[in-house]
């Protein structure tokens, strides 16, 4: 009995824990943002997806084990689309966004920005987030390339000009003290990019809205597309992004400030970079999984609340689309 609990049988498509419950979310993607799939060779990727063909066509090789089944599963999740069945670029996999996110997070969050600095930082910044929001989207319907531009664009742009511009009014904030200006300067990223992160996905995944997202029946069959499901889906998106950085940027300012006060560090300034790094990849490693676990990434919806279309497509009382990450 343990051992079955432990490890349920293996079924195809089906996420291995409980999507019900915020618990069983968040181990399922724990296992998606599982930065070892990074290092898969080809090799295994392939030997993981024909495990899995052969278990679909039931021409399993005898003493295949559900666990052998379900790591084959979540190897090929971690590098495989969805939607359009090719390979994620390695840097724009959830899985690599923590090892190749948290440079940028350590850099946004330097004191002593200058003007410079503080747009490099948000442009690099909101670039790697565009890259990751295309690479994970919901690609049931093709997305135009100046729909993905349109985005890029608007995200920079909104956060660029929310970043400069609160630098420049607490600049000109004479009633506050040095120390106090550099306090409320590191805080600044997270408006910028908590803003920036919902303008990307508004302006890149807008055309969902116009045209819908295809939703599933239970047996997996397309039954139609719907622009409810679209916009729900855009809703559990932009929430996430917004929840995302607000532990990431808010968080190690607080915790750096009050370290920084300690004498050892104060005399060795050298480790005072290593150290903001060290706290930035702790606070993303741990508000990652939490973040994107708020929502099911193959969401459930009820037939009764879609286009009457639908309804009449299909006898399920419930429909299931993918809402991206």
């Known amino acids: 009995m343990a051992e079955s609990a432990a490890c349920p049988t293996f079924q195809l498509g089906i996420p291995r824990y409980d999507q019900g419950c915020f618990s069983g979310r968040l181990r399922h993607f724990l296992d998606v943002i599982d930065p070892r799939t990074l290092f898969v060779s080809e090799s295994r990727l392939s030997d993981c997806m024909k495990l899995l063909d052969d278990f679909k066509h039931g021409a399993l090789p005898p003493g295949v084990t559900d666990v052998q089944l379900w790591e084959a599963q979540k190897v090929k999740q971690a590098i495989i689309h969805p939607d359009t069945g090719e390979k994620i670029f390695m840097p724009f996999r959830m899985s690599g966004y923590v090892p190749f996110g948290t440079p940028i997070v350590v850099g946004l969050l330097l004191p002593y920005q200058t003007l410079g600095s503080t747009v490099f930082w948000q442009w690099l910044n909101q670039s790697h987030n565009a890259c990751v929001n295309f690479s994970n989207r919901n690609a049931t319907k093709p997305t135009p390339p100046s729909r ?68 599933l029946d239970t047996n997996g069959n397309v039954v139609g597309s719907s622009k409810i499901a679209a916009r729900h889906a855009l809703i559990e998106t932009a929430l996430t992004r917004v929840v995302l950085p607000m532990p990431i940027l808010v968080f190690p300012p607080m915790i750096m400030a009050y370290l920084e006060k300690f004498p050892f560090l104060q005399t060795h300034r050298r480790l005072v970079l290593p150290l903001h790094s060290l706290v930035c990849l702790v606070a993303f490693g741990l508000s990652l999984p939490l973040a994107i676990s708020l929502f099911p990434q193959m969401s459930q919806i009820e037939v009764s609340q879609l286009e009457p279309e639908i309804a009449m497509a299909t006898d399920s009382k419930v429909v299931i689309y993918n809402k991206g990450l």
Do not use: W
């Not at 890029?152 to 630098?167: E, F, K």
């Not at 420049?168 to 803003?195: D, E, G, N, Y």
């Not at 508004?202 to 295809?214: K, N, Q, T, W």
């Open 148 to 215: 993905f531009l349109q985005g890029y664009l608007g995200a920079v742009t909104s956060a660029v000009s929310i970043a400069v511009g609160l630098n420049v009014m607490i600049q000109k904030a004479q009633r506050l003290s040095p120390a106090t200006r550099l306090m409320v300067q590191r805080f600044i990223p997270f408006p910028a990019v908590a803003s920036a992160n919902i303008c990307n996905v508004g302006l890149m995944r807008h055309s969902e809205l116009a045209e819908g997202i295809d939703v």
